[in-house]
């Protein structure tokens, strides 16, 4: 049997069998060792790799974007610009960012399984579990190990079939290295983001530090020396985030049939409404970039799933049955039949807050629950208003980012549309929280105008003044947020109890009896822990039956730059136009493998069978967005930057020999 | 009592009180038939006017686009590059078009109504009624007038409660004498549409010839020395399209509930499907430039007239009544719910075919239905297809234009996307037609591929080869334009019996009734009939408060050209760039009016009292397009080209002194 190059595998459960099988290659026990150690999750946001001895990190521009954005000054933007640091002195400690390398873990699933008893509720169990695993983390935390203190987590895996505890060394100063500017790193922008052929250099390179000085590593991951080849074994090691794949038929149906629909209906309408603003003017598109620019990677991301699942071929695994009474698939079926018919876009619009989709009513919102909630004993509040959660919670609320009138009256406009949009005819239950004396855009206009909630000082005059000041408050913003409380909370409730609460419980039930049934020899969903995929190099056919081959070249950037006559985002920088003549054309830029791999796994880097680095995946192709739901290996595609074009622009472009020298080439 | 500067009079029943009162000038009979015979219906696209006594006309360059697009040669894009004519010579006849000036016109009701007797059906009256119209028409054509042989035409009037008939002078020798770059005429572009500040050169100059010479001109509209005051009154002659202002409430809120909310779905997901393709590339960009521009020009109207739907003050002047029991505006309750119903769509989908949007299934249908329908007797077939209007569809059917394989697959996916986003989870009957083994990307690929209906020499060999032909064809596309026909006929049936005729017969009913009691005290709703507008020049404030002042200067135009960094669509011309420093910087460039207008009024001369030229109207302000409803002063403006800004171009940067000396300036 040869198998697809599908999955997320477990470092403790490797698919040892399926490479030697099709690729003729043993996993060795220290390879493991050797690339889990060389491997890191980039604070919250990505993967990483050690890539020397002296603690450089590699990871993609766009998971280290935020630090660039927080190093920028006034004067110098790191993220137009790009950044190298020419000696160590002059690498920049990025403030607050912490990195976690994976040292250890433990199957602890007797242990976390062993103080539940049959007679508890699935409450009381779930209590208890928590209660255990806090106990585990701590207790493990306390220890010493042979690396220093390590940070743990307890991971649930298989939807409750298993809990791991996983022991990270964790490096809390980083610094920046070195980083392209954003228009090589993103070359091609919106248009080819998910497409192929890409030429991006979505690489930045940051060090870990300890006691002041780089830091020692043993485990790092060498460059490869021996460039690579078509057909090739090539394996990627990173934390992929969130995969559904355990979904029942019916849960992908709601999935088709109403999630995606609406979310891209959603996304359609503030893509134009918000490019039709920027249009306008130059300072309009600085002031809506943010939003656009996400809204444009949603939509093309929901446009590919969605094509993925209106694929028949990914539907042929899924069995058709007629699930059975109290069966959890039955359970899952009645659960989105809840959701479907109108639940989930209720809660979406009143207690997502999609309806007011602004920051204005974001504040107020917060303003009114932060006040509410810390009225009530800690248990009763909604979670994110919890005593752990509160330090963050007022970080956000309290911070003093630029907030443009004229963007929040646009978006507020097109939600208070929205709403009718989809209510149509029978909006007028909305009355409570609707304005109908006014046009939508007239309402939007009266109630950010008039709100004073931007002001932060004056964020913290209300917070301070605790319910009298919310509910006598004279602010429109306040004003409506607290109306929609109970519309809100109701909605949250029903979605919660109705929805979310038995699809949860159905799901673990469904993953205890298939994994007592296959046990490890499937790998568990994406839980944002490590994971090694393997695969190939390899070109693919689009649909229409155009060829793509697997590796583009510096050439071949600079061809498509030509044909799009330099227009943005197809302008490479400056300092690459400068230096075109010194680069060696035939440089491989990036390319394609058959890797299993999903978000999260951005920043993880392609290693070949002797561990070494080949290249830094930063994204997939249009079909691998279905990877969500299914893996197939005919078009579904991982993207990587090539590691010859990060050596050659290092040395020709940035004057980095300091840097390339260190990486070993 | 102050009238708003509401009204499209027919200029045998002019607002001569209105105007009077308001503005104390009085309309003469002199003055209004110096006027209308200077006025002009360009084609059947736009309005226009003499603006000399040999035979100069001047129209929107977006009007007479077309002209220029037939003219060009792979050498010279004349939308591109514009075009002027250094002599009489030099001037380009336009194959084919004609423009048509109103000399008379005469009530006919009681002709029409004189032919229909009480015992006749709905049916047989509107039979007889057509019938005389024919006769009236071909009679007066055939005499001869003061003015040569006119072309005569009875146009409905007040839904029925009028006929008139209208004699034009046509000319059919029409050159084209000057046109600025398409850059200038719609600076701007897209983001700038329906917008003020507006800062467009929308206009091109034509003339009309008899006999091989310019045509002599006895009534053309002299060009104003005397400027444009603030406040002033004006006028605007010409031919608006269509607008709906008798609409019941239950009417609107169909429109307001499901028309427009449904048709910006459509909108809002095409606009950002075909931006992506396009912004891949430039041959994209070339290639989905037409549809995206019609896309973008729809849904920008769209969005302001359901933001004019949405505003309360709109619905202030409709009664709430409880319509009585066989009342026409019960009648017309009752067709808009079944429309509500989901009959709209279905045959929005089904039958107007946007759920196969693209040429190759328009091509399949039409011959699919050519060869059917005209197997049957004339009297018996679908309308289109009647031989009336057969020489013109055949005409479209075999036209060569270029039709790209990509641009239809994209097209095609997203509609097969949208009927499933539509139908949700209850598309499985449309079995007959959607194909469920592939998704629809694949569907589409392989219906477009595999046709070969975009070869006209195929498409004729199709038409000829009749029923046969079509039953056992290969081609997929026709195969499934086959299938879909019992199901889009189905549609259109339900549709044209329980949605249309019924809402068609309550207007005539309401209408008559309102003509009985009002008379012409009223304007009848536009219907491509000459009709004046009078008005006054004037600013307005935007929502937001911002005030608008109404002339925009050169100065204007090069200074939001400049803040735009010079990008497109904010890049004028070479020409202008070249000779900005001959330009007077405080020429006036574009002004806005308190005109009421409407689609087809585009091309319209602006008029001071003295009947002379203020400028050109090219467009309303984005709360204009609530005109079609109703009327409001308060920001509703008619956008006109300023008179001076044609003068100082002509003079400055085209060298067309020739021109602006017979302009008289």
Chains 1, 2 share one sequence.
Not at 162 to 171: D, E, N
Not at 293 to 313: D, E, F, H, I
């Amino acid at each position: 049997m040869v198998y697809a190059d599908e999955g997320m595998w477990l470092f403790e459960q490797p698919p040892t069998k399926q490479v030697q099988e099709k690729y003729g290659f043993e996993l060795t026990p220290e390879w493991l060792q050797h690339v889990q150690q060389s491997s890191i999750r980039f604070a919250r946001r990505g993967s990483a790799s050690f890539v020397s001895s002296q603690g450089l990190i590699m990871t993609n521009h766009h998971v280290g974007a935020r630090n660039l954005h927080e190093l920028s000054t006034p004067e110098n933007n790191l993220l137009e610009n790009g950044f190298y640091a020419k000696t160590f002195d002059d690498e920049l400690p990025c403030k607050g960012l912490e990195i976690f390398v994976p040292v250890s873990s433990e199957d602890v699933t007797e242990k976390v399984n062993a103080v539940v008893t049959p007679e508890m509720s699935a409450e009381e169990s779930q209590k208890s579990r928590n209660a255990v695993i806090a106990t585990l983390e701590k207790e493990a935390s306390a220890k010493e190990s042979n690396q220093g203190k390590l940070r743990y987590e307890v991971t649930t895996l298989y939807q409750g079939g298993a809990y791991w505890l996983y022991g990270y060394k964790v490096y809390n100063d980083v610094r920046l290295v070195w980083a392209p500017e954003q228009t090589i790193a993103a070359f091609g922008g919106d248009p080819d983001n998910y497409e192929y052929p890409r030429y991006c250099v979505d690489c930045s390179l940051f060090r870990a530090y300890e006691n002041g000085k780089p830091a020692k590593i043993e485990h790092f991951l060498k460059w490869s020396t021996d460039g690579v080849k078509d057909g090739e074994l090539v394996f990627v090691s990173g934390f992929p985030g969130k995969t559904e794949r355990s979904y029942t038929r019916e849960h992908l149906e709601f999935q088709l049939d109403v999630y995606f629909p609406y979310r891209l209906q959603k996304l359609y309408r503030r893509e134009v409404i918000y490019s039709t603003f920027g249009n306008r003017n130059i300072e309009n598109q600085r002031r809506i970039a943010d939003d656009l620019g996400s809204v444009q990677n949603y939509r093309k991301r929901a446009v590919g799933q969605l094509q993925g699942l209106r694929t028949p071929s990914l539907w042929k695994h899924l069995p058709r049955i007629t699930p059975a009474k109290d069966s959890p698939e039955k359970k899952i079926m009645n659960a989105c039949l809840t959701a479907y018919n109108g639940q989930y876009v209720a809660y979406d619009l009143f207690e997502l807050g999609e309806a007011f989709n602004c920051q204005t009513f974001k504040i107020a919102r917060m303003l009114v629950r932060l006040v509410y909630e810390t009225e009530k004993p800690n248990s009763e509040r909604l979670k994110e208003y919890r005593d752990g959660n509160l330090e963050s919670l007022k970080q956000t609320l309290f911070a003093d980012t630029p907030i443009y009138e004229d963007v929040e009256i646009l978006k507020l406009t097109d939600s208070l549309n929205l709403i009718r949009d989809v209510y149509r005819g029978s909006w007028n239950s909305w009355v409570p929280v609707l304005d109908f004396d006014l046009s939508p855009k007239e309402s939007a206009t009266e109630l950010i105008l008039r709100s004073k909630v931007r002001d932060v000082a004056e964020r913290k005059r209300i917070a301070e003044g605790g319910i009298k000041e919310i509910k006598y408050s004279g602010d429109p913003m306040i004003q409506l947020a607290l109306r929609l409380e109970p519309i809100a909370k109701k909605y949250r409730e029903d979605y919660e109890n109705n929805v979310e609460a038995p699809i949860t419980a159905a799901y673990a039930e469904l993953a205890k009896k298939r994994f007592e049934k296959s046990g490890t020899s499937v790998y568990p969903d994406a839980t944002f822990t490590l994971r090694l995929s393997y695969g190939a190099v390899k070109g693919y056919k689009e649909d229409d039956g155009t060829k793509v081959a697997p590796i583009t070249t510096i050439a071949g950037m600079f061809d498509r730059a030509k044909k799009q006559k330099f227009k943005e985002p197809f302008d490479p920088p400056k300092s690459w136009k400068d230096g075109k003549t010194k680069l060696n054309p035939a440089t491989p830029f990036n390319l394609v493998t058959t890797n299993d791999i999903i978000g999260g796994n951005s920043g993880s880097p392609l290693i070949n069978t002797k561990g070494e680095v080949l290249g830094l995946a930063f994204d997939g192709n249009i079909y691998s967005l279905s990877n969500n739901f299914v893996y197939t290996e005919t078009q579904s595609r991982c993207v990587s930057v090539h590691a010859d074009v990060i050596i050659e622009s290092l040395r020709k472009i940035y004057g980095a020999d300091r840097i390339a020298d260190e990486l070993g080439k």
